[in-house]
């Protein structure tokens, strides 16, 4: 028989990772000569990857400017990715019910692996996540990244759930063939879509993902 798997977001769905992002995206502007930019500016711009984040940091850079300033980014980001990053509140908790009721939990983000294992373990949420993807190969909203780490667990589309805060994880998660909640208290994009479920807090998603 198949498992049954949530497939979580990282970034603005499990931890509030926006004035560590900031921080760093604004160590690559210094690095190529530009000007800071305000916390919301930056988190517009998060979601779809370093590289594409770089890019918009960057908008008239050529290839090397933009090279310089993801390496500042990456130098940065990976000293200093945990400096205020938190889980948001019950996610822990939420994480463990599920656990505890025979979901296995993975993470699929846009961000780079090492990152986001780096987050996981840091913040004391390595243990609860079964499978973890980052945006090294296959990114969102590409459903690939998702259905990989679902035939890692042996869990069936059919029967999890991608759970997120942009619209990259709607898609994914439409694409892979699974149901989709999406998580009011991020900082993503959800672009008008259509989802299964709005979850308000973290505490709802065990009780919106037993009655699934």
């Known amino acids: 028989m198949a498992a049954r798997a949530a497939v979580l977001d990282l970034d603005g769905t499990l931890i509030d990772s926006r004035q560590d992002i900031a921080a760093a995206a604004n160590v690559a502007r210094q690095a190529v000569d530009l000007a800071p ?31 310089a ?6 130098r940065h980001y990976a000293e200093h990715c945990c400096e205020h990053t938190r889980p948001y509140a019950g996610i822990p908790e939420a994480l463990g019910i599920l656990r505890d009721s025979g979901w296995r939990l993975a993470v699929a983000t846009n961000k780079p692996e090492a990152f986001a294992r780096t987050i996981l373990r840091q913040l004391g949420l390595a243990d609860l996540i079964d ?3 980052g945006g090294d190969r296959l990114r969102k909203p590409d459903p690939a990244q998702v259905i990989e780490v679902l035939g890692e667990l042996g869990a069936s589309p059919g029967s999890s759930w991608m ?9 994914a998660g439409r694409g892979a063939g699974c149901r989709v909640a999406w998580c009011d208290w991020g900082f993503g994009n959800r672009d008008g879509l259509a989802v299964d479920a709005a979850l308000a807090s973290p505490a709802d998603l065990p ?5 699934g």
């Not at 300033?69 to 990456?74: H, Q, V």
């Open 37 to 67: 930019l305000d916390l919301a500016m930056v988190v517009g711009f998060v979601g779809d990857g370093a590289e594409k984040l770089i890019q918009r940091l960057t908008p008239a850079g050529d290839a090397a400017v933009r090279e």
């Open 69 to 74: 300033a993801l390496a500042a980014f990456t």
């Open 131 to 133: 499978g973890v993807r």
């Open 163 to 171: 759970v997120g805060d942009h619209h990259t994880d709607i898609r």
């Open 207 to 211: 009780r919106v993902l037993a009655r």
